[in-house]
């Protein structure tokens, strides 16, 4: 099993520019989360998907949106990338969103400039 | 919604000391409390969770303690080794919504 699974790995994106971060999990998990993590800030959550056919806003969802494409798939938009979205964003999902344990991808290292 | 503070952001000790790592959260509806450890490059991975049934919870040198009255918990490692140096997350969460993290604690162990 691969887990949590992020792609790319790395970006470097131009002002203005836009891009999807894709994440996928084999484990059979209902709910996926986007986080962000920036030096000092700790992980704030951009976005989540209870399960599939529902999302919701977390606590800085402003500048992105998501797409729960199906149950393993759940996707982060940038439309129009600003220098304040550079940031390590991970993925993370788990077997139901009460209570259980979050199992996090590698991470995207993207950089807007 | 939820906020979460974490105490103190560094945290500089001895081989063979213990760590104590405090949170406190603000919405008395959650119920339940994961520590994550983040090794430098890697992701963050769970290392002892409790829920608010519990007041305490133990695993080897880890262990947790929950005070609902109070809204707080705390992460303790006792016999600190080099391994242990990390950023360590809280977090909080309640039915039906999402994990909110505090900002972290970087843990340095010097032999």
């Known amino acids: 099993n691969a887990g949590v699974t992020q792609t790319p790995k790395f970006q470097v994106l131009k002002t203005g520019q836009s891009m999807t971060l894709q994440c996928a999990q084999d484990?059979?998990?209902?709910?996926m989360y986007w986080y962000r993590q920036d030096p000092g800030m700790g992980l704030r959550l951009i976005y989540y998907?209870?399960?599939?056919?529902?999302?919701d806003k977390g606590e800085v969802p402003n500048g992105y949106n998501v797409s729960r494409l199906n149950k393993r798939e759940f996707s982060l938009r940038l439309e129009s990338a600003a220098p304040s979205q550079t940031s390590v964003y991970f993925c993370?999902?788990?077997?139901?969103?009460?209570?259980?344990?979050?199992?996090f991808g590698q991470g995207t290292r993207l950089t807007v400039v | 919604g939820e906020n979460v503070e974490q105490h103190p952001s560094t945290l500089s000790v001895q081989e063979g000391d213990s760590a104590v790592i405090k949170c406190t959260y603000s919405?008395?509806?959650?119920?339940?409390f994961p520590w994550y450890k983040q090794e430098l490059g890697k992701r963050p991975q769970l290392i002892i969770d409790i829920r608010s049934n519990v007041g305490e919870k133990k695993d080897q040198r880890i262990a947790v303690t929950l005070n609902k009255t109070a809204k707080h918990f705390s992460l303790h490692i006792t016999e600190t080794q080099p391994e242990d140096s990390a950023v360590y997350f809280c977090?909080?969460?309640?039915?039906?919504?999402?994990?909110?993290f505090g900002k972290g604690t970087t843990l340095s162990v010097s032999s």
């Open positions: 484990m059979n998990h209902n709910s």
């Open positions: 919405d008395s509806a959650s119920n339940y």
């Open positions: 998907s209870a399960s599939e056919g529902t999302t």
């Open positions: 977090a909080a969460s309640q039915a039906g919504t999402a994990l909110i």
């Open positions: 993370a999902s788990s077997v139901q969103i009460m209570n259980t344990e979050a199992f």
